[in-house]
């Protein structure tokens, strides 16, 4: 981006014109792009996969989901019962608001050491690699007790479908099934009404998500 920051300052001829460079805003959520520091560690520190993180314990690591990939630093979280998610959602404090407009939902927003979200084409992405993919949600509520909802097939679409999900199916869990109803749902903000509702369920819900007729009644 070249931007004028102090047009007073500016000498212009035929030939010439000075100009500041600014750097483009920082890409979000915050921690994603690999600093130079990582990048130095080497192929060793960069991992295909959370699955193939060898600590086998939750955190922040370099991950390249395919050989012409850039790296990125992904959230993995290894709970007891299992290893290798990438944590799409982390929401627990309610510092990061979550009514946000279609192109945050798109592009991600928070950060990686707080609340935040991935992002739709980052999460299309992952998912839309030839590889099968699963979906968990961990839910604890305000006296401290966590269940969770697995769905061991999941799909994504891509920005042309909205990011439809296509598909949430073969539930386990002690949660209960709240996502398979939403399946061929595009995904809808406050400034982008995409759900079947005779309203917009984000102004009413205050957040974006895969909302179906009732928005998210079941």
């Not at 080497?42 to 955190?59: F, H, L, Q, T």
């Not at 959602?89 to 935040?116: H, P, V």
């Not at 999941?154 to 920005?159: A, D, I, Q, R």
Request: a neutral charge; proline letters at 5%.
């Amino acid at each position: 981006m070249i931007a004028v920051t102090e047009p007073n300052l500016i000498q212009a001829t035929e030939k010439t014109i000075e100009v500041n460079l600014k750097p483009e805003p920082t890409k979000y959520p915050l921690g994603i792009e690999p600093t130079a520091e990582q990048l130095e560690l080497g192929e060793d520190s960069i991992y295909s996969s959370c699955r193939e993180v060898p600590s086998k314990v939750s955190g922040k690591f370099l991950i390249r989901i395919s050989d012409d990939a850039r790296p990125m630093n992904l959230l993995c979280d290894a709970p007891s019962a299992d290893t290798g998610w990438i944590v799409v959602q982390n929401r627990f404090n309610g510092t990061e608001s979550f009514y946000r407009k279609w192109s945050d939902y798109e592009a991600g927003f928070g950060s990686l050491d707080g609340e935040f979200w991935l992002g739709l084409e980052r999460i299309s992405q992952l998912v839309n690699n030839g590889r099968r993919w699963e979906i968990m949600f961990w839910l604890t509520n305000h006296l401290g007790v966590t269940q969770y909802s697995r769905f061991t097939k999941f799909m994504l679409g891509n920005v042309t479908d909205g990011y439809v999900l296509r598909q949430a199916t073969a539930y386990t869990g002690n949660a209960g099934d709240s996502i398979s109803r939403h399946a061929t749902m595009k995904f809808t903000t406050y400034d982008r009404d995409n759900d079947p509702a005779p309203f917009n369920c984000a102004k009413k819900h205050r957040g974006g998500w895969w909302y179906h007729q009732q928005c998210v009644t079941r």
